[in-house]
Structure formats: structure tokens, C-alpha cells
T-cell receptor
Framework: GAGVSQTPSNKVTEKGKYVELRCDPISGHTALYWYRQSLGQGPEFLIYFQGTGAADDSGLPNDRFFAVRPEGSVSTLKIQRTERGDSAVYLC????????????????FGEGSRLTVL | AQSVTQPDIHITVSEGASLELRCNYS??????LFWYVQSPGQGLQLLLK??????LVQGIKGFEAEFKRSQSSFNLRKPSVHWSDAAEYFC???????????FGTGTRLQVFP
């Protein structure tokens, strides 16, 4: 598609359940980012991939959160044993490349996946 | 550590009025600065960015921003606001030697006819 696609757009789950959120970046974008946006807050960095590898996962809040990008395109954010505090909008973004390697640094965001943990 | 402050949580203006949204950053070197807009049901869209050079940058939708190093500010301006500009606006700074962005908490703009 033309933009970053995220599925599902809405997910309601119960505390303790496992959740997967999917991101399909813009074709040709090598860098992919996950952010989390809680109510009334700005997006908070979680992790970013350059190609298939996680270049920086310092924003993941704890070991219940994990993300993969096995073929360098689609990425999945996985949350185990969900807690009510995980409720937020999870945003995915992609870019042509990181600034250090000549990319512009402009991120293109998807519409987000809203996660509600009951 | 880098940080971004947007002092105004909510701003209301009349259509046709001028607009200035404030952004202050904390950063040890020349920052990469961005303004994004988020409309309901839509993803964040880049309005403009500053990397270096001319401190007054032009963006899309008639927006501009001015980088003032002495004030650590990167305020967003528009001379005449349209009703379609109602949205949430986020200022962000790029973290040195990475591609992470640190966002402010946002300013919600409401436009009255």
C-alpha cells in the first residue's frame, strides 16, 4: 500500500493474555520504528529496526514486550501477560534509512493500533 | 538527556487568526527538530523539520517554524488558521547519533468559526 499499515486498528483483551500487533511499512523503507502513545501523552519510543535486526530496543519497558522483523519488512510487536497499564495506542513508523547513513530522518507513521486491556 | 516541552496543552483560536505553538527543547548540540500533526483517526504527519542552515523553515499547509538557539525554542507559526487545522501538534527532537525521536506531550488546537 501507499502508507504504513497497522493491524488490528483496535484490540480489546483481558489482563494476562498475549497480544500481537502487526506493522506493514512503506515498500522500500529499511528502517522501522515502534512507539507507544498513552492518553494525553506524546509518542514514546520503544524499538527500531534497521533491516531485520533490532538496532535499538532500549525503549521496551520490560521483558514482556518483544518485536521481530524476520524478513526486513513486516514487523510484529508481541506483548505477553498483558497488564492494564499496557493500554495505549501503539504506533509504527518507517523511513528510508537512518540519519547516520544518509537518511532524512523523516518518519512516516501508521494510524496506530489501539490496545485496551481490561 | 534530551527533552521537549510544549507548555500549552490546549489552544483555541478563531478561524483566520494567527497561530503560534511553543516548543522548547533540551539538547547539548545542534538538534534535529520536527513538528508533526495528528488528526483524529489519522497517523502523525510531518509538517516541517530543521536540521541545519536557515533557521526559518517552511512546511506544508502554510506552516513555518523558527529555530532560536539562544532560547532553545522551535515555535510553530501560521499567519491565518483554517478550521481544518484543528488537530494535535507534536514537537520532537532527534536523539544524537540515533534515529529516535523524543516527542513533547502535544498541543491540542481547536479552531472556532
Amino acid at each position: 500500500g501507499a502508507g504504513v499499515s497497522q493491524t488490528p486498528s483496535n484490540k480489546v483483551t483481558e489482563k494476562g493474555k498475549y497480544v500481537e500487533l502487526r506493522c506493514d511499512p512503506i515498500s522500500g523503507h529499511t528502517a522501522l520504528y515502534w512507539y507507544r502513545q498513552s492518553l494525553g501523552q506524546g509518542p514514546e519510543f520503544l524499538i527500531y529496526f534497521q533491516g531485520t535486526g533490532a538496532a535499538d530496543d532500549s525503549g521496551l519497558p520490560n521483558d514482556r514486550f518483544f518485536a521481530v522483523r524476520p524478513e526486513g519488512s513486516v514487523s510484529t510487536l508481541k506483548i505477553q501477560r498483558t497488564e492494564r497499564g499496557d493500554s495505549a495506542v501503539y504506533l509504527c513508523a518507517s523511513s528510508f534509512g537512518v540519519r547516520r547513513s544518509g537518511g532524512t530522518g523523516e518518519l512516516f507513521f501508521g494510524e496506530g493500533s489501539r490496545l485496551t486491556v481490561l | 538527556a534530551q527533552s521537549v516541552t510544549q507548555p500549552d496543552i490546549h489552544i483555541t483560536v478563531s478561524e483566520g487568526a494567527s497561530l503560534e505553538l511553543r516548543c522548547n527543547y533540551s539538547y547539548g548540540a545542534t538538534p534535529y527538530l520536527f513538528w508533526y500533526v495528528q488528526s483524529p483517526g489519522q497517523g502523525l504527519q510531518l509538517l516541517l523539520k530543521y536540521f541545519s542552515g536557515d533557521t526559518l523553515v517552511q512546511g506544508i499547509k502554510g506552516f513555518e517554524a523558527e529555530f532560536k538557539r539562544s532560547q532553545s525554542s522551535f515555535n510553530l507559526r501560521k499567519p491565518s488558521v483554517h478550521w481544518s487545522d484543528a488537530a494535535e501538534y507534536f514537537c520532537a527532537v532527534g536523539v544524537y547519533n540515533t534515529d529516535k525521536l523524543i516527542f513533547g506531550t502535544g498541543t491540542r488546537l481547536q479552531v472556532f468559526p
